[in-house]
């Protein structure tokens, strides 16, 4: 694991903080058991191979209220208009932040979401113990994210099985070659390469462009991060990418139905 960035580190720490106080505040056999109880998964993987073996563009549009290198993003659109606008304009599957501090978001913006569209839902946060995985699936998500940065090659492996252990997808987020060349060691078949520097959180898409050539073909390749327009979701198809993961372009649309589908045509 490389050296962490200020901000993800704090981050981080904080988490583990949470972590702690979840255990003060739960059991683990309480989580599991609402965790059995959950509906079924959704099949979040599944539904962006769909898309993307048929050549389509498998979008993961996100909610987001805020964020430390945006600020806030949407303080008028409610998460659920925002996901059933993504599902009305083509979406494949909806993102949601749960981070607090940093991104403004909650659990509860995940079960409102969740409830409000048919989609499979993403916890968009920051994996730090397996039990952040039964947490997220006692909330009903599909899905979780596994970033490389923040983990060692050993809490990430445990981190993912626990996730296969709860029939929930795993998005594998990469920043760089030696994040991606671990990331490619996990079984998922989602392998996101976020176009973000952790350092200066300025956003370059030839950051996909480097690394796509690593992706072997029974991956799907999600871009991550700083897609404005659609032309960007076609420049990255040129380099093999099918899924894209997009959050302030689409929040802050005026209408974000029309914007996803402007994506979703890209070609």
């Known amino acids: 694991m490389a050296s962490l960035s200020n901000r993800l580190a704090q981050i981080i720490a904080y988490k583990r903080e949470e972590v702690a106080a979840l255990r ?19 099949g979040f993987a ?37 996901a059933r606008a993504y599902e009305a304009g083509g979406a494949a599957c909806i993102s ?9 978001g909650s659990l509860a913006d995940l079960q409102e979401v969740r409830a409000a569209v048919t ?10 113990d397996p039990i952040q995985v039964v947490e ?3 909330a009903g998500a599909d899905a979780i994210l596994i ?29 760089n070659e030696s994040e991606l060349q671990r990331a490619l060691d996990i079984p998922s078949p989602l392998v996101g390469v976020n176009n973000r520097d952790l350092r200066a959180f300025t956003t370059d898409l030839a950051v996909t462009e480097r690394l796509s050539g690593m992706v072997p073909r029974d991956k799907l ?37 029309a914007a996803v589908r402007a994506f979703v045509e890209a070609r």
């Open 46 to 82: 599944a539904a962006m191979l769909r898309i993307a073996r048929t050549d389509g563009n498998a979008l993961i549009c996100e909610v987001k209220r805020k964020s430390p290198s945006a600020g806030e993003i949407n303080t008028t659109r409610t998460p659920t208009d925002a």
């Open 96 to 104: 949601v932040l749960t981070d607090g501090p940093s991104f403004g």
């Open 221 to 257: 390749l999600i871009s991550e991060s700083g897609l404005k327009a659609p032309g960007d979701a076609a420049r990255l198809r040129a380099c093999g990418a099918r899924g894209f993961l997009i959050g302030e372009t689409v929040m802050r649309a005026d209408d974000p139905a």
């Open 119 to 128: 989609l499979p839902v993403l916890r968009k946060d920051f994996m730090v």
């Open 24 to 42: 003060q505040a739960r059991t683990l056999a309480s989580l599991e058991a609402e965790a059995a109880d959950a509906a079924p998964a959704r």
């Open 147 to 175: 970033i490389l940065a923040a983990l060692s090659d050993a809490q990430a492996q445990e981190i993912h099985q626990a996730a296969v252990g709860y029939g929930l997808s795993v998005l594998l987020e990469a920043h």
């Open 136 to 138: 997220s699936r006692a």
